[in-house]
């Protein structure tokens, strides 16, 4: 099908799958934080302008976690129905990660989804903010496990292989805690907080531009460039520290990243442009900075820095691919710093709330966090190839032994279902996100009565109280 | 050796526990989307979707679990099963995807509404009937070699994988029905016992005939249920049956609103029971056994203590989450 083998088809269906997925945790790990922030700001100054934004952002997340279950579900049974050489090899390691991810994320999450969506004149505010503070523990520590399993990918360590070739774990500690793990957990929670800011900021523009004293909106926009302005530099050094990590653990990596088809004995130079030919092995048209390559890398001006002619062609990865999507996500990213300290400079003159031109590019940043994750994503998975597990199990000895039609009839069933599932989701948000707050703004309980009286923190503390 | 062997045997069950929950908490949920088709008022419909709008979410995480578990603790029989199933749970994954957004999405829109009723209703029938069916394909065996799945893409189609398909839809619908008598009141709930009466004839009906056919399907099963002395442990079992089965007619006609859920899931324990007679201790029956398929201890132990300590943490707060919710649901109550 499509002219694809079985095993370019199950690789298809994952990068399709995956990549659909990562946008659901990517906006809803940072908008469970902020909703938990929002609330508290409620709880603590009383203000009802919290109160409205955290029910406006509340009904949006409702939609986006929900899209982000039912896809991560997939992900989740896809392991064993396109790649089950995997799992009976790699599942005694990596099983356990995800079954403490289920057992101490996923039920956390979902079991508190109800109370803090539906909850809050049954439980009152403090259980509510409660409920809320849970979801909000609950996507990071999701984030924790699943990302400690993908780095185990990358960096495997604290493993043995057993008589029947499967991994197996001789130090959890190690497994859980392996090299690239730690930079890769800051680097992403960064990115979910950074996408999440964005997506705030830009519905806060879209509403100031039309009207700059919307009380709403300017809270949404404060906070969110506030956000922009101080993550986004810190997520460039997080990055540049991630990369330096790779460098030392997955150095064909950085080879594709950076376009460095050959060796410099030298000083490397650092790439800004150029057209890698993998055939060939050369970057076309290269524009570079010279010695920049090893500066940034090795911070040392002429230090010498291999290229892929010293590793065998079988083990490449991918070079376009990764070279591209890495300079996408670079971009965005530099971008997002300039949008941060854009809006710094306008705080500092008053104009924040006013100057149009900061709203203009707010809101054209607003899907940037979504492109630059996903570019990232692929730039470390596209990288790690032609490996499952870094080094040691091939992506071509990973998958089912599988019948192309079959991947390719899933592969097509699940293009159709998530275009129409994305394209009623994306619009039924942007909907919600075209009005801005209102005072007494209603949360997903949109048939209760609108702000009715015991609702406020005060009468929910004495209420609290009383039982 | 010892200590892997009870491993093994004690990861079975909480693998089996698992999915039992799962099969107890979504399969009412998935039950209403079975029923929806039957009212088609707006007003019985959201008051239906009410019913379990704060907690589908959470009955839906115990699948991952059963899955995840699955890698986790047998990795061997996930890699077998899952390929073997391959177009059944892609099935069951889209219906899945369908009625989750629809929970969600038929509350945005005025205009496109009917469709996200029809995603709901046909997503639930479709998973609802996967499930069934994947677990006949198991019950029937597949084709193992080495440690690979070496059947064909539709070995799982057989008129015992369709007739478990269509009698879980079956228990699915009993399940919602009676969950409908608890939650609601007035007509709907009235409606609710008229369709569990004829759910229920139904259900009797789908436990004989899957009861009949399981030992035809392979001498073990015959002997492991008809030999002497396994029938005086198996033997119960279709007695109990009967038993909960009185005992739910007695509270549908005496319109307990209360009881008829909690005797549907006595039902659906002890056809599951059933199972676990039948299958024990294969895990993919006839082929691979549960201490051939289990990890290595080291995996089975490292989640040992995350399972006993948290399963019961979490029924404990997904408890309170229903005890928040708890009361019949009426058509202002509206949790949209």
Known sequence: MFGLDAVELARAQ??????FHIIFPAFSIGLASYLAVLEALWLWTGRDVYLNVFNYWLKIFAIAFAMGVVSGIVMSYQFGTNWSVYSDKVGPVIGPLMAYEVLTAFFLEAGFLGVMLFGLKRVGPKLHFLATLMVAIGTLISAFWILSANSWMQTPAGYAVNAEGQFVSVDWLKVIFNPSFPYRLVHMVLAAYLTTSLVVGAVGAWHLLRNPHLPG?????????WMAALVAPLQILVGDQHGLNTLEHQPVKIMAMEGHFESHKDGAPLYLFGWPDQEKGELKWALGIPKFGSLILKHQIDAPMAG???????????????FWSFRIMVGLGLLMLGLGLFSLWERWRGRLYIN???????????????????????????????????????TADSVSPLAAPAVGASLLAFIIVYFIIFA????YILRLMAEPPHPGEPGPSSTEPVRSAGITPAAGVVQGAGS | MNVAVDLATLWAFIIALAVFIYVVMDGFDLGLGILFPLFPGKQDRDVITNTVAPVWDGNETWLVLGGGGLMAAFPLAY??????????????????IFRGVAFEFRWRTRATRNLWDIAFAGGSWVAALAQGIALGAILQGVHVEGRHYAGGWWDWLTPFSILTGISLVVGYALLGATWLILKTEGDLRDKAYRISWVLLVLMLLAIAAVSLATPLLTIQYAQRWFSWPAIVLTAPVPLAVIGVTVLLMKNLAQKHDGWPFFLALALFFLSYAGLGISMYPYIVPQSVTIWRAAAPERSQLIMLP?????????????????????????HDAGYH
Do not use: C, N
């Open chain 1, 356 to 394: 149009r031109g900061l709203h203009r590019f707010a809101i054209a940043m607003g899907p940037a966090g979504f492109v630059a994750v996903i570019a990232g994503w692929v730039t470390t998975e596209t990288g790690r190839q032609p490996f499952t597990v870094y080094g040691l199990l091939r």
């Open chain 2, 79 to 96: 890699s077998i099963l899952l390929p073997a199933l391959y177009a059944p749970l892609i099935a069951m994954l889209v219906g899945l």
């Open chain 1, 308 to 322: 892929l002619d010293t590793v065998p062609r079988q083990d490449w990865p991918p070079v376009p691919i990764t």
């Open chain 1, 424 to 427: 009623a989701g994306v619009l």
């Open chain 1, 14 to 19: 994952f990068a399709f799958t995956v990549t």
């Open chain 2, 306 to 330: 995350g399972v006993l300590v948290l399963v019961p943490l979490i029924l404990g707060y997904t408890g309170w989450a229903y005890w928040v919710f708890r009361g019949k649901v009426g």
């Open chain 1, 217 to 225: 909106p300017r809270v949404m926009f404060s906070m969110a460039m």
